[in-house]
């Protein structure tokens, strides 16, 4: 038994050496930005697209795109955004033009921004704006932050994979419902592809002594989250992107670690929820940074960011939902405890390696 425990750990160690290919940075959105002001016929296109999603101007594949690249790929570059971002007004489809490219920054993010024109035969009122781009032969976790300005009437929304297509009103007076339910879904993805936010939540889980413990741990990680979320969204804190990211992989390691200690003891700590809020103050500000990345539209700001959170509430509870059961009824078999003993190991492992390649 002794020797099949110890065979359990050390392969749960080396899959988790095998498999540290996960992604350093996990609250990483690939976000574009596009801003149309529409100005009689003409609605003025302005897209920005991070390097890193424009392989095909990429010469040397090394993700950065140098004013060389971008002055050999320029056609190709005219080309694609022709073939994947359209404008229409009514049932015309407006002219396109390319304008310029200039190498650009937004915030931290490299990339691209190009000049764009779109013309209509009549002046513009009702639009139609079809995105397509980087989401099917790139990157399907791409998004692009959309602002239209039509005179005082301005419209924020974005583009994600599930929606491709934006039709604006002049009036101004379209719901948020659909806005809202763009960024409670965003909530949901980012979540479900956070690896380090859910090792953190998987590891704690794995000790869970039944549903009461569950409840208390999951409340408190929600509750402090929230809290750090609203304020670093608000910018009522500020706080360095890169000491979280490392503070969240350190956060992973440490409980993986204390799970060593609390299964040799066979004994869960009783005010464990206390440790899961301390840290759960910490990834709250790696959700804001994340969002930050994307943007939050200014007409429904606060409601925007409150549909973020529901999003990672709910993406949350979903994980719960279905990996709790299966925890609860093992827990008791003889397997469990070296199981626990070397998924725990791979945790530690995976926040150490992160922690360490985020501070370099």
Not at 262 to 271: E, F, V, W
Request: proline share 2%.
């Amino acid at each position: 038994m002794i020797l099949l425990r110890k065979m359990i750990i050390w392969l749960s160690i080396m899959v988790g050496w095998c498999s540290i290919q996960l992604p350093a940075e996990a609250h990483q959105l690939n976000k574009g930005y596009s801003q149309i002001t529409i100005e009689g016929r003409q609605a003025v296109y302005e897209l920005f697209l991070p390097e890193e999603e424009l392989p095909f101007i990429d010469a040397n594949e090394d993700k950065h795109v140098t004013a060389e690249e971008l002055a050999t790929g320029r056609d190709r570059l005219a080309d694609y955004v022709r073939q994947h971002v359209e404008l229409k007004r009514d049932d015309e489809t407006l002219a396109y033009r390319f304008v310029s490219a200039k190498l650009s920054d937004q915030g931290e993010n490299p990339g691209i921004t190009m000049h764009l024109e779109y013309t209509s035969r009549l002046a513009i009122g009702d639009l139609t704006v079809r995105y397509t781009a980087i989401f099917d032969d790139i990157d399907q976790n791409h998004v692009n932050f959309l602002t239209i300005v039509n005179g005082d009437d301005v419209v924020d929304t974005l583009f994600e994979t599930g929606t491709r297509m934006h039709q604006y009103k002049s009036s101004g007076n379209g719901s948020a419902l659909p806005t809202l339910l763009q960024y409670a879904w965003l909530g949901i993805k980012h979540i479900w592809t956070g690896y380090d936010h859910l090792l953190f939540l998987l590891s704690l889980l794995i000790l869970a002594a039944g549903w009461r413990d569950v409840l208390r741990i999951v409340t408190a990680f929600t509750a402090a989250h929230s809290v750090t979320l609203l304020l670093t969204a608000t910018e009522a804190i500020r706080v360095n992107s890169r000491l979280v990211e490392i503070a969240i992989a350190l956060s992973i390691a440490y409980v993986a670690a204390e799970n060593w200690f609390i299964r040799r003891k066979a004994n869960t700590p009783r005010y464990r929820w206390l440790l899961t809020f301390a840290f759960g103050l910490v990834h709250g500000m790696g959700f804001a940074g994340a969002l930050q990345e994307t943007g939050l539209p200014s007409r429904y700001f606060i409601g925007s960011l409150l549909s973020f959170n529901v999003g990672i509430e709910l993406g949350q509870l979903a994980i719960v939902a279905v990996i709790l059961p299966f925890l609860l009824r093992s827990r008791l078999q003889k397997w469990y405890s070296p199981f626990v003993l070397g998924l725990s190991a791979v945790i530690f492992v995976f926040g150490v390696a992160w922690a360490i390649e985020r501070a370099y």
